[in-house]
């Protein structure tokens, strides 16, 4: 069955006031689906250990399994290549502006996936994990010409945490050369280019998880 690479974030504040992390259903709705679809999944992220978890997002999810793995992820620098997986996947939270955002090993696996055709996944605030990487072997930027979706400029200014932010993630990934496709706020809106799948924000994240198992069935 196909193997699958979640990266979360381990960045758990935006400053002392504002507690952040991983958006607990961006990662537990598409672990529960893929895994119940019979998949092999493998949880990592920078530090290794506890994901820390946006104290907004847990309210009225149920994180069944997915807590437990949550709380052992494995240390980035252990999860090996993307040889040894059929996907990547990336769910935001906050915190992933302030670490995946600048994770240069991060960067080095998404160029991997990107180069060997495996599938890039990612949803919400995870894009920020595209920011800055670059396509193996050309001199550009790994979303250029891509077209994606993500957390919009809109739905940041919404939450009201686009002022602490350190960029504004559909512009930047626009200003690398990704042609960013937005719908309203907060509906559930999937693109998907190639092997890239991307959501733009929790609502999407079933429908994230269901587009991957269409695709690699």
């Known amino acids: 069955m196909p193997k699958i690479l979640f990266v979360v974030t381990s960045h758990g504040e935006i400053d002392p006031e504002h507690k952040t992390g991983l958006w607990l259903d961006e990662f537990a709705t598409p672990y529960a689906t893929l895994r119940n679809a019979g998949f092999e999944v493998v949880t990592s ?12 997002s847990v309210e009225g999810v ?37 670490d995946l955002a600048t994770s240069l090993p991060v960067k080095t696996l998404l160029s991997e996936f990107d180069a060997q055709g495996k599938f890039i996944v ?14 193996a072997g050309a001199p550009k ?6 077209t994606i ?6 739905e940041e200014r919404a939450s ?3 002022p602490l932010m350190p960029f504004l993630l559909a512009s930047k990934l626009r200003e690398q050369g990704a042609n960013v496709i ?16 991307t959501g733009q924000n929790p609502q999407s994240s079933a429908s994230v998880a269901q587009a991957l198992i269409s695709a690699l069935r």
């Open 122 to 135: 990612s949803v919400c605030h995870g894009p920020a994990a595209f920011v800055d990487a670059i396509r």
């Open 141 to 146: 930027t790994l979303v250029s010409g891509r």
């Open 160 to 162: 009201g945490l686009a």
């Open 149 to 154: 979706t993500c957390f919009t400029d809109e």
């Open 62 to 98: 149920d994180a069944g399994d997915a807590a437990a793995v949550l709380a052992q992820t494995h240390p980035l620098h252990e999860v090996g290549d993307a040889l040894q997986y059929d996907a990547i996947f990336i769910p935001g939270g906050h915190g992933t502006m302030f």
């Open 182 to 197: 937005e719908r309203a706020p907060w509906a559930d809106h999937v693109e998907i280019d190639g092997t890239w799948i």
């Open 45 to 56: 992220s920078p530090r290794g250990g506890q994901t820390p978890i946006d104290p907004r």
